[in-house]
């Protein structure tokens, strides 16, 4: 029922996040990024290589995004949680109290735990606006010490896409059909981790457009951690 109530309350906030951004961009103003964006502010990246049906290759440049980490079973769980934290922060639980524009995607890192009964770190983040990312324009402060904001540095990642309407097993089964498509064609990638993203509001019925992150995988004497510490 915990579960039921949550997700309701999920799905009411995102239709209010949709509808403010809506809103925002006044006379139906849209941003340039990819069409799955949904005129939403994107994150920059370039498209190395893609291999239909199996994956594409994107180097995303250095950003700003706003985090929180959650610990727990469910991905599901741990997105609506984190969601709500910093879905706070943009309506103004901030040091300025100033509201900040929605952003796509909805990312989470998974890092799962070492066992069965285990739990999971879940890292979750909005993409900062543009206009916060120069240093001279830092985004709000966060006045919730479970939220941050955290520089990525410039990013590979693995890709592979799906549609439909993605909950826990979902991101767990493209996540495998990724690195199964990966280590056929002798890709080395990180193992230990991976990444979610979700475009969509919850009412999108149709051509929803969901990610599986993975990054390549370092070499021993390489300086460059090609992950995220939040």
């Known amino acids: 029922m915990a579960h039921l ?11 209010h996040a949709t509808q403010a951004c809506v809103r925002g ?59 709500m934290r910093l879905f706070n922060y943009i309506q103004g639980e901030n040091v300025e109290e100033m509201e900040v524009e929605m952003t796509a995607p909805v990312a989470v890192r998974t890092i799962p735990g070492q066992g069965p009964a285990c739990e999971t770190n879940f890292t979750v983040y909005f993409f900062v606006p543009f206009k916060y990312q120069d ?62 993203a979700g475009y969509d509001s919850p009412f999108k019925l149709w051509h929803r457009h969901n990610e599986v992150w993975l990054l390549p995988k370092k070499s021993e004497d390489s300086s460059d951690t090609n992950a995220i510490e939040s």
């Open 5 to 15: 109530i949550q997700s309701v309350l999920v799905l009411v906030v995102l239709a």
């Open 25 to 83: 961009f006044g006379g139906g103003a849209t941003y340039d990024g990819p069409g799955f964006c949904n005129g939403l502010q994107c994150p920059n990246y370039r498209s190395v290589i893609t291999v239909p049906g199996k994956y594409e290759q994107r180097v995303y440049e250095p950003a700003k995004w706003v985090a929180t980490t959650v610990m727990g079973l469910s991905h599901d769980d741990a997105a609506g949680t984190g969601f």
């Open 135 to 196: 240093e001279s324009n830092p985004p709000p402060t966060p006045t919730n010490t479970d939220v941050s904001i955290v520089d990525f540095p410039e990013l590979t990642v693995y890709v592979g896409e799906f549609d439909g309407r993605a909950h826990d097993q979902d991101w767990i089964t493209h996540e495998t059909e990724l690195g199964d498509a990966l280590t056929e064609l002798g890709i080395a990638f990180e193992e230990s981790m991976y990444y979610t």
